[in-house]
Every structure is written in C-alpha cells, then in structure tokens.
C-alpha cells in the first residue's frame, strides 16, 4: 500500500491494515532469507522458465558449487577488466516462427547479454546439438540465419562444436552459444546499483516474442498479426551509454520470465521497491488481448528484442530521447520509479487507481520460447 493510500483510510481503520500489511512483507522477507534449496527430486520445466525455480535451480545446485565474486551476481554475463563474457542455450521449440528462427535467436540473444553488460560484442562461438534424421535443408536454413544475423550485429562466429544424437534422443537441433566483447573497465551496472528516486525505462511493447512463439505452436485457434521481436541490443545500450554517462545504473533484456523477473531482481539486488504504472507499460493490443484469452500476464511474457533500463531520475528525459532517437527503441516509454518502501518488492498500480504485488514467476506458462 503507497503513502497516498493510506492517507485516505480512516485513522481507526489504520493500525488493522498496518498490522496485515506488515504480516505479509514479514513472511516475504523471511522466505527470501532462507538458504536456497530444491525441493523437487526431478527436473520439471519450470526449472527453466526463468522464474523463482530458476533462480533457486541456479543458486541451490549451480552457485553452491562454481561460487565466486564474478559469478554471484548472476548477471547477463561476467566482466573482467575490459573483457565481457556470456554463454547462453537455444531450445525454443517451434525452430522457426513468425519473426525469426532459432539461429538469429541464438545470434541475438548472446549479442543482447554482453550489451546488458554495457560491452561492444566482437565473436561468438556456436555449438549444434543435432538429433538424428534432422533434414539438413533445416539446418542451412538455421545456420544460414545465424550468419546473417552475425553480420548485421557486426561480430563473428569464430568458433564452435556439433554433436549428433540419436533419433528420439533430443528434439531436432539445439544451438549452444558464447560471446565475448570489450567494455569500459570503468562503467559500473548491476541488479544492485538501483537508487530511490530513479526512472524505470522500457524500450518497447513487451511480449511480442513469447506470444508469438505461444501462437506459432498451434492448437489455439487464435489469429494474430505478431512476430518476433528478436533483434541486437548494442546499438541501442551504446547510445544510451554515450549519453548519458555514469548515469545508468542497470540494463536487463527482459527474456524468460519477462519484464516482471527482471524488475524483482532488481529490487531484490538492490534492496529497494519498484513502482511500475499498468498504464504506461506498452503492450501492443494483439498481445494484450491473447494473453487475456489465456490468462497470461504480458508483464511475464518473453521479449527477445526489449531491454529495462534504470537510469539517474535527472536523466530520465535524456535517456528517453536517446533510446527513442535508435530505430530499436521508438517505443521506449518511463513505465514507473524506485522507491525505497517496500524493499525488495515490486508494485503495480492498476489502471482501476489501486496497488498489487508483481511477484517473481512460478511455473511456466510458457515453456521453451528461446
């Protein structure tokens, strides 16, 4: 509940909402305090939808055993001095949809990790896991898009590694890619660097690529004119960089779990709360309304092609020229504020003028969309 809200509750009615209000963000705070564990015995695909199983997959099993300062971030990648460094796995099922396909998919997301990083991409490397009777037509097709997707980020694959399984073993072909690129060993991003008072930007309609992907798979009997908004990032993170230096503070593509994951890691990292506005979200009305058909949150859907920036509330108006002045970001839009109460939340002001929790995503709506 915000300060406003509670200003219009009768003094008498207050100490009971308080006292409620409090209950809740008491037992939040102390199922995040707890150590990591999985509790399941298997792996279900929740695991890998990018939400809270993820997260406690990565920190119980992953973290517990590789732990390090360059790794405890869990960022899009790690930095080292003037080296970025990614890796990333491409599983998204149907291999090709409206939009894109699994090659430029891998292209691009691996380029967009090392830009969330604030580097300039330079190579890639690029690993094929290939199921036996897999036509080959299909993978010049996939292979074909990787190397068109490469030149238009301006890298190059200089490296990779196929395997070959058999058939019934995997499911067509999964791609495997890592990235390195240069940065500047002065530019500090992270989850962590949110300040109170700071503008929480958008760079377009979000959605678009789980949707799409949602859709391509068949079985609902819902038409729509989408596609794919899978595209390279560093263009755009550049220009917003270049200006407005030193007043950036974190950038995330918001991939599996979409743009309300991103905002609880960010909240969480740096112990603030996140205040979005329902109404300033850009959604595009196709992604809208098939997401009400299906009882989705857009706020949960997978972009392949959007990223969230915080930046310096005095920058707010410059990065928001920037972004918009780059072909990828006419969309962008100031879609809330941190504040520092509640810490570690996320909130959602509705567009019927009241206030709800964006929690982090459990289970998965949306199984491999990249």
Same mark, same amino acid.
């Given at each position: 509940? &915000?300060? %406003?809200?509670?200003?219009?509750?009768?003094? $008498?009615?207050?100490?009971?909402?308080? !006292?409620?209000? $409090?209950?809740?963000? $008491?037992?939040?705070?102390?199922?995040?305090?707890?150590?990591?564990?999985?509790? $399941?015995? =298997?792996?279900?695909?929740?695991?890998?939808?990018?939400?809270?199983?993820?997260?406690?997959?990565?920190? @119980?099993? /992953?973290? *517990?055993?590789?732990? !390090?300062?360059?790794l405890e971030p869990l960022g899009d990648g790690a930095v080292a001095g003037e080296l970025a460094f990614t890796t990333d796995c491409y599983v998204v099922t149907p291999l090709f949809f409206p939009g894109g396909d699994i090659g430029d998919l891998a292209v691009n997301g691996t380029v967009n990790d090392l830009a969330m990083c604030g580097a300039r991409p330079a190579y890639l490397s690029a690993g094929f896991i290939l199921e036996e009777g897999f036509p080959i037509d299909d993978l010049r097709r996939i292979v074909a898009s990787m190397a068109a997707a490469a030149r238009a980020a301006g890298v190059a694959v200089v490296t990779g590694d196929t395997k070959v399984v058999?058939?019934?073993?995997?499911?067509?072909?999964y791609v495997t890619t890592a990235g390195v690129g240069t940065v500047d060993p002065e530019l500090r991003l992270g989850a962590s660097a949110a300040r109170p008072g700071d503008a929480v930007l958008v760079s377009g309609p979000i959605?678009?690529?789980?949707? &799409?992907?949602?859709?391509?798979?068949?079985? /609902?009997?819902?038409?729509a004119d989408l596609t794919s908004d899978t595209a390279p990032l560093h263009g755009l993170t550049a220009r917003l960089?270049?200006?407005?230096?030193?007043?950036?503070?974190?950038?995330?593509?918001?991939?599996?779990?979409?743009?309300a994951t991103v905002l609880n890691e960010i909240a969480e990292a740096s112990e603030v709360a996140v205040v979005i506005?329902?109404?300033?979200?850009?959604?595009?009305?196709?992604?809208?309304? &098939?997401? *009400?058909?299906?009882?989705?949150?857009?706020?949960? #859907?997978?972009?392949?092609?959007?990223?969230?920036?915080?930046? %310096?509330? %005095? @920058?707010?108006?410059?990065? =928001?020229?920037?972004?918009? #002045?780059?072909?990828?970001? &006419?969309? #962008?839009?100031?879609?809330?504020?941190?504040?520092?109460?509640?810490p570690g939340l996320v909130l959602l002001r509705t567009s019927f003028g009241g206030t709800r929790i964006v929690d982090v995503l459990v289970g998965d709506p949306l199984p491999r969309i990249c």
């Open positions: 509940m &915000t300060t %406003d809200e509670r200003a219009t509750i009768p003094p $008498e009615r207050m100490l009971p909402v308080l !006292n409620a209000e $409090e209950k809740v963000l $008491e037992r939040i705070e102390r199922a995040r305090r707890r150590k990591a564990r999985v509790r $399941e015995e =298997l792996i279900t695909l929740a695991h890998g939808a990018g939400g809270r199983a993820t997260r406690t997959l990565v920190e @119980a099993v /992953f973290l *517990e055993a590789f732990r !390090n300062p360059m058999q058939k019934g073993k995997a499911d067509g072909c959605g678009d690529h789980g949707v &799409t992907v949602l859709l391509a798979r068949g079985g /609902f009997d819902i038409e960089l270049d200006t407005c230096p030193g007043r950036v503070r974190c950038l995330r593509d918001a991939t599996r779990g979409g743009v506005d329902e109404d300033a979200v850009p959604v595009r009305p196709a992604v809208r309304g &098939t997401c *009400e058909l299906l009882g989705i949150d857009p706020l949960y #859907s997978a972009c392949e092609g959007r990223m969230v920036a915080v930046v %310096d509330r %005095d @920058a707010a108006d410059a990065a =928001l020229a920037a972004l918009r #002045s780059h072909p990828l970001g &006419t969309g #962008s839009t100031v879609i809330g504020r941190v504040a520092d109460d509640p």
